[in-house]
């Protein structure tokens, strides 16, 4: 029986085309600027989202930590989502490479930081007890908030906020190229307000290993110090990067596009969980609990949703019928499946299949309950 894996995109394979690519990819010493094929995917990433310059990292933690660097000075503080990525689950690296304390602002169901308190959390410079604000972040999509899209008009309005405190806007866009095909918006649009911007190459777009940041070339300049200061200057890396421009390419050559269809089997398999007795909203962040799931908030490739029974028996009733999701946020009890490359319109309907198997077999108990005493059961990426 195939293994049906929806507990994050991040497990996806590299399509054959990217093997190929990897294969025959021209390369070089890419710490003396000598690997061709890395340069070319910075080019085209910056192309893309309409910066001067690109740098290709190992990992969206990476591209969100070389950007601190490059953006923040020790002992400065960074305004972010309390609920986001950088928060939570990148080993608090914002303190201890960075330096940096965190102002925390709560996610809004849609996404956004609601920005009077993002103007709020603004430090008073001329106040010898304050740490001086040097940054704000934001996640677009905005994984905590059922992965939800947010449009270049709040893009605008938070750089605005960001700028008049004297201060860059940088956006995690780990999961970014699905905001821009869920909202049909143009990238250097939606990132074109923001000083910096990361991407994981690995998630949705299906590569092995990278993401990039992009933005101005001096910040570039001081991302790339960064990046060989934390040992992340690589070397013949082009090997890598093929697979980044196979997935960057235009069209149906690329794996930008294809992301609609991710999108389109999350809302089936949202539509299909909502009708199923002991099926509940995920109580998502500001989201209120006990609720019908809502299939309309399924608007990229993410699904949470909630289950009257116990959720590690439940998770381990869908992975004895071969299907993997995950327990997100373990505080509340959530679950999360993600769609990507690789799941089929016939995978999401045996997941629906399971789905009712193992709510048949279990007994109820209240929506979230959880027997795991683990703070954090499982990943988070
Ligand atoms: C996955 C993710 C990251 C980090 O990416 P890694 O490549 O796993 O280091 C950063 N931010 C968000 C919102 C993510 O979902």
Redesign the pocket.
């Known amino acids: 029986m195939p293994t049906i894996d929806l507990r994050s995109d991040?497990v996806t394979k590299p399509s054959p085309e990217m093997r190929r690519a990897m294969a025959d990819a021209e390369v070089g010493d890419d710490v003396f600027g000598d690997d061709p094929t890395v340069r070319a995917l910075e080019e085209r990433a910056a192309a893309l989202l309409g910066k001067e310059a690109g740098l290709f990292v190992s990992?969206?933690?990476m591209g969100?930590l070389v950007a601190q660097m490059a953006h923040v000075q020790r002992g400065q503080e960074v305004i972010a989502g309390a609920h986001?990525?950088l928060m939570l689950h990148e080993a608090a690296s914002y303190a201890v490479v960075v330096g940096a304390s965190l102002r925390p602002i709560d996610e809004q169901p849609d996404g956004t930081l609601d920005l009077r308190h993002v103007r709020e959390a603004f430090r008073d410079p001329t106040d010898v007890h304050d740490p001086i604000t040097g940054l704000v972040v934001f996640?677009n999509a905005s994984?905590h908030a059922n992965n939800q899209p947010v449009g270049s008009s709040y893009v605008r309005d938070i750089a605005a906020v960001a700028h008049q405190g004297g201060v860059p806007l940088h956006i995690?866009g780990?999961?970014f190229w699905n905001s821009v095909v869920a909202l049909d918006e143009d990238p250097r649009e939606l990132a074109g307000p923001a000083d910096s911007i990361t991407f994981?190459l690995?998630?949705g777009l299906a590569c092995p290993v990278g993401?990039v940041v992009v933005g101005s070339k001096d910040f570039i300049w001081r991302a790339r110090r960064a990046r060989k200061l934390l040992g992340g200057g690589m070397r013949q890396v082009g090997i890598l990067a093929a697979a980044g421009l196979v997935a960057l390419r235009d069209g149906d050559a690329g794996m930008i596009d294809r992301l609609a269809e991710d999108h389109a089997n999350a809302r089936f398999l949202a539509g299909a969980l909502a009708d199923i007795p002991g099926i509940l909203s995920p109580g998502e962040v500001a989201q209120p609990v006990g609720e019908r799931l809502d299939p309309e908030r399924v608007r990229t490739n993410f699904v949470l949703f909630r289950v009257e029974r116990d959720r590690e028996a439940f998770l381990a009733a869908l992975e004895r019928r071969g299907v993997l999701m995950l327990a997100f946020m373990p505080h509340n009890g959530q679950i999360r499946a993600v769609t990507h490359y690789g799941i089929e319109r016939s995978d999401i309907e045996a997941t629906i299949r399971a789905v009712r198997e193992a709510l048949d077999e279990l007994p109820a108990t209240a929506a979230g309950a959880s027997s795991s005493t683990r703070a954090y059961a499982g990943s988070v990426?």
């Open positions: 991040t990992s969206g933690a969100n986001g990525h996640e994984a995690d780990a999961r994981c690995s998630k993401s990426a």
